[in-house]
C-alpha cells in the first residue's frame, strides 16, 4: 500500500466532514439503472454489489464493494457513465460527497493522490484477475478461480472452512465466469460432493483450498 495511515485518515476524514452520511436496507438501489451518480460514495460499512443487465434480461456481476472502497471511482475520476447499477448486499453506511468538491480535493491535496491509486490498483488487479479467470478452458476451472479469488478479498476463517462472507447467488457465479447458471449450479453441487465446498444460503465455504489449487494446475 502506498499511502500511510496519515493520508488514509484524511482521505476518509473529506467524506465524513463534507459528505452526507447515508443507510441503505439490504437489497437498495444506490445507484439506478439509467441514474447519473448523485456524488462519490465511501463505504463505511457494508457491501455493494456493482452489476449491469445484458441483452438477455439477466444480471452480469462486475464486482463487490466492501468498507473502506470508494465507488464509482471511474465517473468520479472521468465523468463518464457506464449505467452500472449498485446495490447493498446487507445494511450499509456510505458518505455521499460531491463530485466537484471530491475532484477539488484532489486537485488540491497532492496527498490524496496515494489513497486514490491504491484504491485504482486494486480494482485494476481485481479486473484483471477476472480476464485471466476467463482464459481457463472449462467452467469448473473458472468457478475454481472465482471462488478461491472471493476467498482471499471475502475469506473468513470458521470452524468448517474459509467463509466467502458474501452472498453469491449461482446466476452472480455464472456471470463472473460466463456459464450459464445451470453450468455454475451443476459445478458447484460436484464441488460439494467432493467435499472440496459446502453450500449455505448464497454463501460458499472452502473446505480444501489446496485440492481446489490442484484443478487449476
Known sequence: MLASKEQMAEFVGLFKTLGIKQIY???DQIIRPGDIPRGVYYIEKGLVKAYD???YNEENLLIIR???EVFPLIWAMTGQERHVIYETLEETI???LDRKVFLKFIESSPEAMAPLLDMTI???RL???RIINLE???ARERIVSFLLTMSQRFGKKTA?????NVPLRHQDIASSVNATRETASREMAALARKGLIVNKQYQTIIKDAESLKKILD
Open 136 to 138: 481457463y478452458r472449462t
Open 160 to 164: 468448517e472452512g474459509l467463509l466467502i
Open 94 to 96: 456510505v458518505y455521499r
Open 127 to 129: 479486473h484483471s484477475e
Open 53 to 55: 443487465i445484458t441483452r
Open 122 to 124: 486494486e480494482m485494476y
Open 66 to 68: 466492501k468498507g473502506e
Open 25 to 27: 436496507r439490504k437489497g
